[in-house]
């Protein structure tokens, strides 16, 4: 999924625009009685939000929560963007056109630097992981240069070395944990999702399982009745125990992979079938595959590391062995702990 930049205007009424990551607007909007998560459900079809934008030289507490369950980088001015600025930014005055203003304010900020990555990814000849670097350098505030080294070898295992590790082993080190901690940031967005979801989906199965009940229905009717109970019992069970909630497609497929586009974690049946659009929209996923099978610029964890629980095409994941898969072991908490020791 491509980065981006979103303008938020907060109210009753609220405005929205995404722009590219070369500032061009790709769409504005403004709904009335919008919260935080209608909001982030309906923009993020446009993409990732790397940075997000706001008028106000005090960030409001509505764009702190957009950025706590996305991860984005606020932005705001060094004073509250006066109307006279605003209107000759963005011309007509409305809710939408306050969150362009919002996010050119992000884009005239942020911009030199985005060009710059944009064109360091260029030189080296990775594009296609120019994501994973604008993440590190934008969010995690890590270099151009670590964040290259970090995204060149994504695998978290300390290296095994005949010599004394260098400041450079230790930025790269770094960098990797910084890949890691960008991924567990999404699971409480997926999880609140999801939950959400289940309960929607609860509240409308129970008028119809009332029904059924009342008629004379066989015997096969009433068990599968009782099975849907159960099962509903099952995922709020699982929904409570605070777990990710990862969805599950057949294979990497284009059909398939636009099923789960605005996802950031997916699981994979049959991981090489595959088409080349597919791959391309999951270059910066994490991706749990059920059979083995390896791409170079993808990042995948196999399913035998994880701890986890299928129900139909959703997988509930625990975080712990997720986390346990991803950061490898103590060696590197050990490395990095010397590291910031070191430079006390």
Known sequence: MKHVIWGVDPGTTVGYAVLDIQGKLLFQGETRHLDVDALVAKIRMFGKPLIIGTDKAKIPGFIQQI?????????????DLSLVKKRAMVGAKSHSSDAVAAAKVAYNNMGPLLQRIIRFAQDQHVQDRLGAILELVIKQGVSRTAALEAVQDRTLA???MDRAPTKQDYVKLLGKLAIAKQQKTRLSYELEEAVHELQEAQRKSKPA??????????????????????KNELLAKLAQQNKLVVP????????EVQK??????????????HSEQGLRLVQDKLIIV?????????????AKKV??????????????????ALEGNTVLERIITEYKESRA
């Open 260 to 273: 789960v586009v605005d996802k950031d974690i997916i699981i994979v049946q049959e991981p090489s079938q």
């Open 307 to 324: 701890r986890m629980q299928v129900i139909d095409a959703l997988a509930f994941v625990d975080k712990n062995s997720l986390r346990k």
């Open 158 to 160: 300390a290296p095994v």
């Open 290 to 302: 059920q059979k083995g099978w390896r791409k170079a610029n993808l990042t995948m964890v196999h």
């Open 209 to 230: 399982q009332r029904v059924i009940m009342k008629l004379p229905a066989s015997q096969k009717l009433r068990k599968e009745v009782t099975k849907l109970k159960q």
């Open 248 to 255: 599950i497609i057949k294979n990497l497929g284009t059909h």
């Open 67 to 79: 950025a706590a369950k996305t991860g984005a980088k606020v932005v705001r001015p060094h004073e």
